[in-house]
Nanobody
Framework: QVQLVESGGGLVQAGGSLRLSCAAS????????MGWFRQDPGKEREFVAG????????EVQDSVKGRFTISRDNAKKAVYLQMTSLKPEDTAVYSC????????????????????WGQGTQVTVSS
């Protein structure tokens, strides 16, 4: 059974940092591209960052470019999102997702392309 479990969320002041982790099990991790998405009540889920199968390519949403960094450790079956210079508008539930149909260097932004999802972790940024 595939499981993705996020951790590392919490309450932080504007300008602070958080590191989110996603631990995967039940899948051949290196064959999946991975992504981070976020969602607040009343808004659609949006792409935040993605990373290709072996980590050779990354993409980030324009609004977080230069502040967020995605990485992965295939030996540990884990994906990370390092968030710095956090802003109140970054407040959301952050979820990791796995894309088993992406090509070797592909990062996709549409959540409908992803096969498995974690439960999410809350990030709240106060001013």
């Amino acid at each position: 059974q595939v499981q993705l479990v996020e951790s590392g969320g919490g309450l932080v002041q504007a300008g602070g940092s958080l590191r989110l982790s996603c631990a995967a099990s039940g899948l051949t991790f290196s064959t999946y591209a991975m992504g981070w998405f976020r969602q607040d009540p009343g808004k659609e889920r949006e792409f935040v960052a993605g990373i290709s199968r072996v980590g050779s390519r990354t993409e980030v949403q324009d609004s977080v470019k230069g502040r967020f960094t995605i990485s992965r450790d295939n030996a540990k079956k884990a994906v990370y999102l390092q968030m710095t210079s956090l802003k109140p508008e970054d407040t959301a539930v952050y979820s990791c997702a796995a894309d088993g149909r992406a090509s070797l260097f592909m990062v996709r932004r549409d959540p409908r392309d992803y096969d498995f999802w974690g439960q999410g972790t809350q990030v709240t940024v106060s001013s």
